[in-house]
């Protein structure tokens, strides 16, 4: 495989985390010298190509971030997504979780009575909830948490802003969102 692909295959799987420089020079089986000449290439090439974006280093860290050029169309273009509704099935999923995170999906479904697998996609595609870890439960479930952009969304500085309901006595009369 090319060296150029391969670069760009780890930089864009670990995204904004990077990867450190030793981790990708070992991954890539070179040197700290090799390594340095094949960063310079493929940056040069992702510049001569007239691609979206480019190679930097920050604390030891390498990594891919859109071009300068391109923040203010991309930031329309996030502005436009944030400020779409939301749908009923999604608001009922983001309470449910943002009420009794860490949850799993097959709790949440167990709450709203029907599947939410695209859901949870979706909201985390919208980065409104993210994966937090495993439950200890048969097959390790996936356990999804609210995010930050969740806070901003809907301009709460803490899950004590929520309003105060009893979960339990909702669940049980299954009247949780009528």
């Not at 997504?81 to 995170?101: F, M, P």
């Amino acid at each position: 495989m090319e060296k150029h692909a391969l670069i760009e295959g780890i930089l864009f799987a670990f995204g904004e985390e990077g990867v450190a420089r030793d981790q990708l020079a070992l991954a890539l089986g070179t040197d700290e010298d090799a390594l340095n000449e094949d960063l310079k290439s493929y940056s040069e090439s992702l510049n001569e190509s007239h691609r979206g974006v480019e190679l930097v280093e920050f604390g030891g860290l390498v990594k891919l971030i859109t071009k300068t050029e391109l923040h203010e169309t991309i930031s329309d273009m996030l502005e436009f997504n944030k400020n779409r509704q939301l749908s009923q099935a999604a608001l009922e999923t983001l309470a449910i979780i943002a009420y009794k995170q860490p949850i799993t999906r097959v709790e949440i479904e167990e709450i709203r009575g029907v599947n939410s697998d695209m859901m949870c996609r979706r909201l985390e595609a919208l980065d409104l909830i993210k994966e937090v870890g495993r439950s200890d439960a048969v097959g390790r479930p996936i356990l999804y948490n609210i995010t930050e952009s969740f806070m901003d969304v809907f301009k709460l500085t803490s899950l004590d802003e929520l309003p105060e309901i009893k979960l339990e006595m909702l669940e049980q009369t299954n009247d949780f969102f009528k």
